[in-house]
């Protein structure tokens, strides 16, 4: 398959003016987005790696988009940060670039919010070729148009990011996790209702269905215990503590639960939708992030349901067309006219 | 028919005004250096008059610009001379507010506090904070993407909107985002949400709600210079700890808020103050670290809020730093300049600097832990040439902050005020995309003309 492989801004600016049709890819974790379809050239963009600033005290950095999740983070642990959002397929090879395009986030989520929350800044190169900053490197800004959430899910329709910039905070100290089992669907949601109230700070609140609840905290050691108490107390019962729990999460955030289904799919979910998604013929799946969102494997016959129920997805993995529905137009339309007119780019 | 016979037919008399005298508190915002008299204003009451005004505004190539309580520092909700005002005070209704989604969906007069009240009983809240929420509505706060004292942690108005209802310049209504915290797809909405006005006006706006913090520990430090409570500040973050807020008022802002508001503050050069928040425990963990930590920060007097009337009492003075300053001189310009946290003693020495070179006063209050300036800087407007002057000073200031590696504004937003900046913290093709944007969306150039937009995007290098 034809395909170039910048390693330089320049040479992204240059490929972008070269290509009628482009899809770009970083690590290639969601090959529904990433696989290049009929007449589009691949953009790989690994070659277009690394840490461009870091400073610890101030909470950002920027990296090129091209920045394996992995390498950021190693760099963040060293320093005692993270990624509060999380993103998923980390240790699969997803990159910075690639999160943002898709707009994932994963279980730790709970916390303090998703990738659209913490990206700061981006330089993108347009659909003419021209290379576009919005956003910044602090962590408030309000000058410019925000081009930098325009990014986040976007499947790379405006422009090619090339550089990004987010915000980090310190990590956790320790951690632990409760599992609980509900005797049913409809005990599980009241008890994350009842928990989504509650000011308990979780680092995750996952639903593994019918009945599990996951539950991680995070903090400083000395309080973890009495805060775990509490939640058994509120809950009534007490579960499964997992002391060592890093292994477990990472294995969530790599979606390695949907390592058996021929499509993966992002859902857009909440409690009030659950009971719904339930009755449809859906695979290994769990909610994060109490409830709000959905990770699941399904085959041709669930992706059908969900579009029959006009439920939102994207497709990660295993379908040609990812993301349902498409874009409202004309809002869509007129953004896209503005930076790709000509239509180099995904959702074209 | 022409244009003021359409608006007629749409609205009744008391809600649209076209005399001299119903259109002067209209003439300006919170920025009244700036006047501009509009040709009329509607007052709608529902969303459907709205989408009628601005259709109107389309067919007959009239400006127009949405405002709320007219808040802006920046001169946001100028009227365009000659143009519509369409005030959305009277749309303030919380249209549902659901726990169990923890959202709030709302029109956009409604003022901010108000969101915060509602969700209360639920034990929830609307998190950004900006000072004026007492006032300000959630459509300004919403194109400004408003701030507060809590962004380093909870974000700001973009982070807390879901999803939105708009009325496009061209008339067209539609709706981004949803009702959830992951949406898929572009994320519209949030690429909507601090663009002033200038791609459409909110009808409808989805707010995410927080659980309220259980515990909060709030903490008053003195020091002798600005530098050592900034230093201090590095060294809570050093050290992995998160406030809520971290703020910073320099001696003359403390005496302006001693004399408005009594607050009882330590006399000093600089005043800091942490709070930080969570789950009991956490929060008593949290604050035996920074009590050692401040112990060996060289504070003059440090206080611990004991309840949460004590807590009050600490953030009194700071609320009411702005309006406090306002008693010490007759006018004041108030910037809202980023820099990188690390370069916060650097700029305020400069602006000291800067401050006696002009002959001006400047305060300072400032958002410490995401390096948000807000230098007040004092003159009277009475005096010949001092206007000018104390522009020249808030521009200089500015350039400091972008020179520093920070931005123009952290909350304010650009308006009518900044825009001659745009091209020295942004390249000409930025300025351009955001002009291509700007064009797609409102060929006419109808919505909140004038603003945030160089005349020409010449811009950086």
Not at chain 2, 360 to 389: I, M, S
Request: aromatic share 6%; net charge negative; charged share 25%.
């Amino acid at each position: 398959m034809a395909g170039v492989r910048p390693e330089r801004v320049a040479e992204v600016q240059e490929a972008v003016r070269l290509h009628p049709r482009l899809r770009p890819r970083g690590g290639g974790t969601k090959p529904a987005l990433s696989t290049p379809r009929e007449g589009e050239v691949a953009l790989d963009l690994s070659g277009l790696r690394g840490i461009l600033a870091y400073e610890p005290e101030e909470f950002v950095f920027t990296a090129y988009a091209g920045t394996p999740l992995q390498e950021v983070e190693e760099a963040l642990k060293a320093h005692g940060q993270y990624l509060p959002f999380h993103p998923p397929l980390a240790g699969r090879g997803a990159t910075l670039g690639g999160t943002v395009a898709a707009g994932l986030s994963g279980p730790l989520r709970a916390r303090y919010g998703g990738v659209r929350d913490f990206l700061l800044g981006v330089r993108f190169v347009d659909g003419e070729g021209r290379l576009v900053r919005g956003g910044g490197q602090v962590v408030k800004n309000a000058a410019g148009f925000p081009f930098h959430r325009l990014m986040v899910g976007a499947l790379g329709a405006f422009g090619v990011m090339v550089e990004l910039s987010f915000k980090v905070f310190p990590r956790p100290q320790a951690t632990r996790t409760l599992r609980v089992e509900m005797e049913s669907l409809e005990a599980a949601l009241e008890a994350l209702e009842r928990l989504r109230l509650l000011p308990l700070d979780l680092l995750a609140l996952d639903l593994v269905p019918p009945g599990r609840l996951e539950i991680r905290l995070g903090g400083f050691p000395e309080s973890l215990r009495s805060r775990l108490e509490r939640l058994q107390a509120l809950l009534g019962r007490e579960g499964e503590v997992l002391e060592e729990d890093e292994a477990h999460w990472e294995a969530v955030r790599d979606l390695a639960f949907l390592e058996e289904s021929p499509i993966w799919a992002k859902v857009p979910a909440g409690l009030a939708l659950i009971p719904r998604l339930e009755g449809l013929p859906l695979g290994p799946r769990r909610y994060l992030d109490g409830g709000e969102v959905l990770y699941a494997g399904l085959d041709g016959e669930g992706l059908e349901a969900l579009r029959r129920e006009g439920l939102p997805y994207l497709v990660l993995k295993g379908a040609e067309d990812p993301l349902f529905p498409p874009p409202p137009a004309p809002f869509f339309h007129r953004l896209k006219e503005a930076l790709d007119p000509r239509s180099r780019f995904p959702l074209g | 028919m022409g244009f003021l016979e359409e608006l007629r037919a749409l609205f009744p008399p008391g809600r649209l005004l076209t005399k001299e005298a119903e259109l002067a508190p209209y003439e300006s915002d919170a920025l009244t250096a700036y006047r501009k008299r509009p040709l009329a204003v509607v007052l709608p009451q529902r969303k459907e008059e709205v989408v009628e005004a601005v259709r109107l505004c389309h067919r007959h190539g009239v400006p127009f610009v949405a405002r709320g309580s007219g808040t802006s520092l920046s001169g946001g909700s100028l009227p365009v001379e000659g143009g519509l005002v369409i005030a959305l005070n009277r749309m303030n209704r919380i249209l549902r507010l659901d726990p169990k989604a923890r959202i709030a969906v709302v029109e956009p007069g409604v003022v901010n506090l108000e969101v915060s009240r509602a969700a209360a009983p639920y034990g929830l809240y609307y998190a950004p904070d900006p000072s004026s929420q007492p006032i300000s509505t959630i459509g300004g706060n919403v194109a400004f993407n408003s701030g507060g004292a809590h962004c380093l942690k909870y974000g700001m108005t973009a982070n807390h909107v879901l999803g939105l209802e708009v009325v496009t310049p061209e008339g067209e209504v539609v709706r981004l985002g949803g009702e959830g915290l992951e949406g898929v797809g572009p994320d519209l909405h949030g690429f909507f949400v601090g663009t002033e006005g200038l791609l459409g006006v909110a009808l409808e706006v989805t707010l995410r709600l927080l659980p309220k913090p259980e515990a909060y520990h709030t903490l008053l430090a003195a020091y002798g210079s600005l530098e050592a409570a900034g230093e201090t500040v590095s060294r809570i973050l050093r050290q992995g700890l998160l406030p809520g807020a971290i703020e910073i008022m320099d001696r003359l802002a403390i005496e302006a808020a001693e004399a408005a508001v009594k607050a009882g503050y330590p006399r000093a050069e600089a005043l800091l103050i942490v709070e930080l928040e969570g789950p009991r425990e956490e929060v008593a963990e949290e604050a035996r670290v920074l009590e050692a930590l401040i112990r060996e920060s060289g504070a003059q007097e440090v206080r611990v809020a004991r309840d949460e009337a004590e807590r009050q009492a600490i953030w009194k003075g700071r609320k009411a730093a702005f309006s406090a300053v306002g008693r010490l001189s007759p006018d004041y310009i108030v910037q809202d300049g980023v820099v990188p946290r690390s370069r916060l003693a650097e700029a305020l020495r400069e602006i000291g600097r800067l401050s006696q070179a002009y002959g001006l006063r400047v305060a300072n209050v400032f958002h410490a832990g995401d390096g948000n300036l807000h230098p007040l800087v004092l003159y009277d407007g009475k005096k010949p040439g001092e206007l000018e002057r104390a522009e020249a000073l808030a521009g200089e200031i500015l350039r400091l902050c972008i020179q520093l590696g920070g931005s123009l504004t952290g909350e304010h937003g650009i308006g009518v005020e900044k825009k001659a900046y745009m091209p020295e913290m942004f390249a000409k093709e930025d300025l351009e995309a955001m002009e291509r944007v700007k064009r797609a969306l409102d060929p006419k150039g109808l919505a909140n003309r004038g603003k945030v937009l160089p005349e020409v995007a010449h811009g950086r290098g």
